[in-house]
């Protein structure tokens, strides 16, 4: 079950946080959201060759905790998508074919006109996309 | 556009459009980079991310790539384009060399198009998060250069 998804600007600043838990819940996720963010800033400056690749854009399982995992994705422009999920099992290929879909997503959506890059994204179509993409996602164990 | 900006809303002030046109380019370039490095692997460094505008993005947006590509290693590159598409149809007109020294309107036009590139180079560049700054020379059309300074 996917808790939220999150995009944050390369200057660390929210562009989108979207919660699907219908608890009211959205500060701690903002919290979680924010501790996973200097994960992958240790990630991406200190890279373990052994274990992840430098060029790699899908960066994998970031921050385990007792009821909830975090994925992190980061694009070539520094953007980063976050996805905290509540369950125990996921496969890495459903996760990344998830951040495939909602890279494209994220790219119709700052291709707008209308859009400022750099300020929150306020359109309703990409909200509309990311939860068929959550809702897609969520009974799926095919990719 | 460009014809727009130059001679309705900005006639008396070139520069003002010129500024204008480019902005219009930067974030066009922002927008556009993001939509085409999607599928690729993150760059590594600053030559990686250059060959890509001069290999990939010049293929997208001219379809065809850079002709040449120089550096002088200490962050400058010269991006050069043996037939620039946007500029092959240009009249140059022979008549426009006046003694004092004045242009002519074709090559003012010239200039106010190709800001727009620049502007495409740029916005590109710093959405990678390269700063820098972008100029064109087409002194021989339809060769053109641009030239990017790449602020450290």
């Given at each position: 079950?996917?808790?939220?998804?999150?995009?944050?600007?390369?200057?660390?600043?929210?562009?989108?946080?979207?919660?699907?838990?219908?608890?009211?819940?959205?500060?701690?996720?903002?919290?979680?959201?924010?501790?996973?963010?200097?994960?992958?800033?240790?990630?991406?400056?200190?890279?373990?060759?052994?274990?992840?690749?430098?060029?790699?854009?899908?960066?994998?399982?970031?921050?385990?905790?007792?009821?909830?995992?975090?994925?992190?994705?980061?694009?070539?422009?520094?953007?980063?998508?976050?996805?905290?999920?509540?369950?125990?099992?996921?496969?890495?290929?459903?996760?990344?074919?998830?951040?495939?879909?909602?890279?494209?997503?994220?790219?119709?959506?700052?291709?707008?006109?209308?859009?400022?890059?750099?300020?929150?994204?306020?359109?309703?179509?990409?909200?509309?996309?990311?939860?068929?993409?959550?809702?897609?996602?969520?009974?799926?164990?095919?990719? | 556009?460009?014809?727009?900006?130059?001679?309705?809303?900005?006639?008396?002030?070139?520069?003002?459009?010129?500024?204008?046109?480019?902005?219009?380019?930067?974030?066009?370039?922002?927008?556009?980079?993001?939509?085409?490095?999607?599928?690729?692997?993150?760059?590594?460094?600053?030559?990686?991310?250059?060959?890509?505008?001069?290999?990939?993005?010049?293929?997208?947006?001219?379809?065809?790539?850079?002709?040449?590509?120089?550096?002088?290693?200490?962050?400058?590159?010269?991006?050069?384009?043996?037939?620039?598409?946007?500029?092959?149809?240009?009249?140059?007109d022979p008549s426009s060399d006046?003694?004092?020294?004045?242009?002519g309107s074709s090559s003012?036009?010239?200039?106010?198009?190709?800001?727009?590139?620049?502007?495409?180079?740029?916005?590109?560049?710093?959405?990678?998060?390269?700063?820098?700054?972008?100029?064109?020379?087409?002194?021989?059309?339809?060769?053109?250069?641009?030239?990017?300074?790449?602020?450290?």
């Amino acid at each position: 079950m996917i808790a939220c998804v999150a995009v944050v600007g390369h200057q660390n600043n929210p562009l989108y946080l979207q919660s699907f838990t219908g608890a009211d819940d959205a500060l701690k996720l903002h919290h979680i959201v924010h501790c996973s963010l200097d994960v992958i800033d240790e990630r991406v400056n200190n890279p373990k060759r052994s274990v992840i690749t430098l060029n790699e854009s899908y960066l994998g399982l970031l921050y385990p905790t007792e009821s909830y995992k975090v994925y992190g994705y980061l694009s070539n422009t520094k953007v980063k998508f976050l996805v905290v999920t509540t369950d125990l099992d996921v496969k890495d290929t459903d996760i990344r074919s998830f951040f495939r879909r909602f890279h494209a997503a994220y790219v119709d959506a700052v291709s707008n006109p209308f859009h400022v890059p750099g300020k929150k994204i306020i359109s309703r179509i990409f909200a509309v996309r990311v939860s068929g993409i959550v809702k897609a996602f969520a009974p799926g164990t095919y990719g | 556009m460009v014809s727009a900006y130059g001679r309705r809303f900005y006639a008396t002030k070139p520069e003002l459009a010129a500024h204008r046109i480019e902005a219009i380019g930067y974030q066009v370039g922002h927008q556009l980079i993001e939509r085409y490095t999607m599928e690729r692997p993150r760059f590594n460094d600053h030559l990686e991310v250059i060959k890509f505008i001069c290999k990939d993005f010049w293929q997208e947006l001219f379809k065809k790539q850079i002709d040449n590509l120089k550096t002088n290693h200490k962050g400058t590159f010269v991006l050069q384009d043996n037939n620039f598409r946007w500029l092959t149809r240009i009249s140059i007109d022979p008549s426009s060399d006046n003694n004092d020294g004045s242009q002519g309107s074709s090559s003012e036009a010239t200039n106010l198009l190709l800001y727009f590139p620049c502007g495409i180079i740029r916005g590109a560049l710093s959405n990678l998060g390269i700063p820098c700054a972008v100029s064109a020379d087409s002194s021989n059309l339809p060769f053109c250069s641009f030239m990017v300074r790449i602020k450290a």
